[in-house]
């Protein structure tokens, strides 16, 4: 891996471990196992190395953001594309659990988030397009506003609500408790079958428990 790579990879833990704030460049070029002046070569400042690490985050977020549900009225499909969704925040999470403050010190990176929540909406909205015309579920136009607000605010904000309620969870958990609530969400405007759709969410996340248990016994 290249000295570049190594950087931003190491960058990137501290951040999500430590939270950025306290992870200095310092801290990231001795775990790196290079010198400060080295680091600065390739990275000049703390900046930098937020910007290029926004840039890959942007990237692979826009790539699984346009991707289509190629099944929407599965729901394996929608589940394993909202847990794509979830892991992708989740692997650069310390852009959300200190979201304001950087986008306070770095305001260059306030217009390219927003363009990110757009995109969370568009999607949203796409999901929601697609149950509709075919029917699986009822809602008019300003319930389907709301509904995909609600739920950029969850892709959003859930990983802060997960940290204040328990600090320890572990990062599958996290997940597909947030591919739950958003499914939750828009079972409320199924007209027939809702009971049957619950069931199939919560049997998904039963599994996922369960699977959860098993890995953490081995």
Same mark, same amino acid.
């Given at each position: 891996m290249k000295t570049k790579d190594r950087i931003l990879k190491s960058a990137l833990t501290l951040f999500n471990e430590e939270g950025e704030p306290a992870v200095s460049t310092v801290?990231?070029?001795?775990?790196?196992?290079?010198?400060?002046?080295?680091?600065?070569?390739? +990275?000049?400042?703390?900046?930098?190395?937020?910007e290029a690490l926004f840039a890959s985050f942007e990237e692979e977020m826009r790539i699984v953001l346009k991707a289509p549900?190629?099944?929407? $009225?599965?729901?394996?499909?929608?589940?394993?594309?909202?847990?794509?969704? +979830?892991?992708?925040?989740?692997? +650069?999470?310390f852009f959300y659990r200190n979201m304001n403050d950087i986008l306070a010190r770095f305001?260059? $990176?306030?217009?390219? /988030?927003? *363009?990110?929540?757009?995109?969370?909406?568009? *999607?949203?909205?796409?999901? &929601?397009? *697609?149950?509709?015309?075919?029917? +699986?579920?009822?809602?008019?136009?300003t319930e389907a506003e709301h509904l995909s607000r609600r739920m950029a605010l969850l892709l959003t904000h859930w990983l802060n609500d997960c940290a204040l309620r328990n600090k320890n969870a572990a990062a599958p958990g996290i997940i597909h408790e947030g591919v739950r609530e958003i499914?939750?969400?828009?079972?409320?405007?199924?007209?027939?079958?809702?009971?049957? /759709? &619950?069931?199939?969410?919560?049997? /998904?996340? *039963?599994?996922?428990?369960?699977?959860r248990g098993l890995s953490s016994r081995r």
């Open positions: 801290d990231i070029a001795n775990d790196v196992g290079i010198s400060p002046g080295n680091l600065y070569y390739h +990275f000049r400042g703390k900046e930098a190395l937020i549900v190629k099944k929407p $009225l599965s729901v394996e499909d929608n589940w394993l594309y909202l847990y794509v969704v +979830f892991e992708e925040i989740y692997d +650069f999470r305001p260059g $990176l306030a217009r390219r /988030f927003q *363009a990110l929540l757009d995109l969370k909406g568009n *999607a949203a909205t796409a999901m &929601i397009r *697609a149950l509709g015309t075919r029917e +699986f579920i009822a809602l008019g136009d499914l939750l969400e828009i079972s409320a405007y199924i007209p027939a079958g809702r009971a049957v /759709f &619950i069931d199939l969410v919560e049997t /998904f996340y *039963a599994e996922s428990t369960l699977q």
